[in-house]
């Protein structure tokens, strides 16, 4: 008999993750029938609210499923934790924070996050990672911004860039 062996989260880790999700979903969705109402025909506030708790209930019910899966299953610890990474990650994280608070504004701090964890995954800290993520932190800039008309944390390259 050739019994499966994992070497993923366990069970109770997973079920654990699809809890959290769950709750989280239920916060959401409670947040969203506290809203008020839409003034005009249209898709309202709460619309994005709904549809992010109906993805998190999703997540949940596929955490579960796996959780039931792997119950039954021998568990063998898997490789350590990376903490080089895990602290490449947590730096780029504090950083777009405080970028944000001392008014460096998001185009920086979200290439400070990702130059941050593209180290982590392995890239080597060159020109590379922080040109890739200065072009997608002005493309989510100018979305969010231009198109969604939703603000963002402004710095002197989102003023020089985009005006304001």
Aim: hydrophobic share 60%.
């Amino acid at each position: 008999m050739n019994a499966e062996v994992s070497s993923g989260p366990g069970w109770r880790a997973l079920a654990g993750v699809g809890a959290f999700l769950l709750a989280l979903a239920v916060a959401l969705l409670v947040d969203a029938t506290n809203l008020p109402p839409p003034q005009a025909v249209g898709v309202g506030p709460t619309a994005a609210m709904r549809v992010v708790a109906v993805l998190l209930v999703i997540l949940s019910v596929c955490h579960f499923a796996a959780a039931w899966k792997a119950r039954g299953m021998p568990f063998t610890p898997g490789e350590k934790a990376n903490r080089v990474a895990l602290a490449w990650v947590f730096g780029g994280l504090v950083g777009l924070i405080v970028c944000l608070q001392v008014g460096g504004g998001f185009i920086l701090g979200a290439t400070l996050l990702f130059a941050a964890t593209a180290t982590a995954f392995g890239q080597p800290l060159r020109i590379k990672a922080p040109l890739i993520g200065l072009v997608l932190a002005l493309l989510v800039y100018a979305f969010f911004t231009q198109v969604l008309t939703l603000s963002l944390p402004a710095g002197p390259l989102e003023r020089a860039l985009f005006g304001g």
